[in-house]
């Protein structure tokens, strides 16, 4: 009986946020239209707020919970700027290399070394995905940055983002469409270790005539923010994997407020360039990241892989690491405005990503690739982030 109630009682508060986010969008509609600023930024907040937390409690919804999340955070930074700018005299830019390291901490204790050594089993989807990662892919970007004529550091940041290796969304992405997560996982331990040389070598190739690359500093950078966090990750899963419960279902949600509100302080720093350029943007995240998933496709499937591991490389190699590009953009290139490409880029991944999952899902391949799902990965309980 009590359980019945408990069960009542949970989906009378679902379906209350759902009619909480409907009183939201009609009192955002009539601020809209009477032209009331004060009106319209807290109902679009209390909106895509109460819409994250619907959908996180609706099964076949739940991984778009995340990205409205990001959207909520991201009008509450378009609105009322000042909350992520600084606190005091501190400048809050200051914290998203931290709030990276705490996310690739998150990462890397979802690997295992057997993921790094897996690749020695499997190397020629590995090797094909990490040509796709960091030859074609900054190429693209690169492409798509001319073809938009962006401002020379908004244009980097696009070319950056192309850069970057594959991120933890991906597995996450992988596992949803019943792809090969163990691939996955290696592609992204494989690609994240490649980094620290790749990354600023096709920055210096392709972004160096638009702005100051140093190679050196971006490859120390990466080691530091991206690297070291793994590592410890990976010394944590090996001593207390399993050990405390609650800090291996912390660690998620920790890493998804941390990518919210890394980008909610970008988004404020760089809110009236942004207002300029949104709309490319989203034009150019939407056309780099379907490349992406077509290129490492066909890609794959040009080198004679399985359907599975063919699906499996398209979301790698259409994802990237969307932390990565915001803390180089921030720490390396010293640019908000750069930054900007990594958080769009990052918040269409995640909602390109989840479709192509559940598209995927209901179309399950014939065979099974290369391997399963490694036990150590868990992506079950990894965040959409990026």
Not at 297 to 312: H, N, P, V
Not at 335 to 358: E, R
Request: proline letters at 4%; one cysteine or more; glycine letters at 10%.
């Amino acid at each position: 009986m009590t359980t019945h109630t408990s069960q009542s009682r949970g989906k009378g508060l679902h379906r209350a946020t759902l009619a909480v986010s409907g009183l939201g969008l009609v009192a955002a509609v009539a601020a809209y239209l009477a032209q009331s600023a004060a009106t319209l930024g807290p109902a679009m907040i209390v909106m895509l707020a109460s819409l994250a937390t619907y959908f996180a409690g609706h099964s076949k919804l739940k991984t778009f919970a995340f990205t409205f999340w990001v959207f909520a955070f991201v009008a509450a930074a378009m609105f009322y700027p000042s909350w992520f700018l600084s606190y005091g005299d501190y400048k809050l830019t200051n914290l998203i290399v931290p709030l990276i390291q705490i996310i690739m901490f998150g990462m890397g204790t979802s690997l295992s070394v057997a993921d790094f050594l897996r690749a020695l089993r499997i190397p020629k989807a590995v090797l094909v995905g990490m040509f796709l990662q960091f030859a074609v892919m900054p190429l693209t970007g690169w492409t798509i940055a001319n073809a938009f004529g962006f401002d020379p550091e908004v244009a980097a940041g696009v070319i950056l983002i192309g850069s970057c290796s594959g991120g933890v969304a991906s597995n996450v992405m992988t596992f949803l469409a019943r792809g090969n997560v163990a691939l996955s996982v290696t592609m992204t331990a494989c690609s994240t270790l490649a980094a620290p040389v790749f990354t600023p070598a096709a920055m210096q190739l392709l972004a160096g005539r638009l702005v100051p690359i140093n190679f050196w500093q971006m490859m120390i950078e990466i080691i530091k923010m991206v690297i070291v966090p793994i590592i410890a990750g990976l010394v944590f899963n090996r001593i207390l994997h399993g050990k405390h419960g609650w800090l291996d279902r912390a660690l998620p949600v920790v890493s998804m407020a941390a990518i919210c509100y890394i980008i909610a302080i970008i988004t404020a720093n760089a809110r009236d360039k942004l207002l300029d350029v949104a709309f490319a943007l989203i034009g150019a995240a939407i056309l780099h990241n379907s490349i992406g998933y077509l290129l490492g496709y066909f890609g794959a499937r040009a080198a004679g892989l399985s359907e599975i591991d063919c699906r499996t490389v398209a979301i790698e190699v259409g994802m990237q690491n969307g932390g990565m590009g915001t803390g180089l953009a921030i720490n390396v290139l010293k640019s908000a405005d750069a930054a900007l490409a990594p958080n769009i880029f990052g918040t269409w991944m995640n909602i390109s990503g989840s479709t192509l999952a559940s598209w995927w899902r209901e179309r399950p391949p014939a065979d099974t690739g290369s391997g399963q799902a490694p036990e150590t990965a868990k992506p079950e309980e990894m965040p959409a982030v990026t």
